[in-house]
């Protein structure tokens, strides 16, 4: 059977590929449901909304969402996110930056 990015010749997933992802998405759930409870907390929001806040500035700064919730939570606890990419820690923190500001003129 011959393997091309995850997919078996026959159209079908990679059972190991697979495998690996939802370990990863399943590992990453923790993080993720920290900081949608952290952004429901300071913006007063459901849910939903707070995991569209996730979403949206991991999109603007084109860092995973993982990543993303790991910066939130580091936020929140004053610790470092000990992402090994600089950059996307620099880039999720100025998108912060930038909706905390939105969120405090619209409070005003």
């Known amino acids: 059977m011959e393997h091309d990015r995850g997919r078996c010749a026959a159209g079908e997933a ?3 590929a697979e495998n690996a992802q939802l370990r990863e998405a399943l590992s990453s759930r923790p993080v993720i449901d920290q ?6 907390l300071l913006r007063g929001c459901t849910a939903a909304e707070a995991f569209g806040v996730l979403v949206a500035v991991s ?3 084109n ?9 939130v939570v580091a936020a929140g606890s004053e610790a470092e996110p000990g992402l ?6 620099r ?3 100025a998108v912060l930056c930038g909706l905390v500001g939105e969120w405090r003129r619209v409070e005003e």
């Open 14 to 16: 990679d059972p190991a």
């Open 35 to 40: 900081a949608k409870g952290m952004v429901m």
């Open 59 to 61: 999109q603007q700064s």
């Open 63 to 71: 860092v995973k969402l993982r990543d993303v919730a790991t910066v």
């Open 84 to 89: 090994s990419d600089e950059d996307a820690e």
């Open 91 to 93: 880039a999720v923190r």
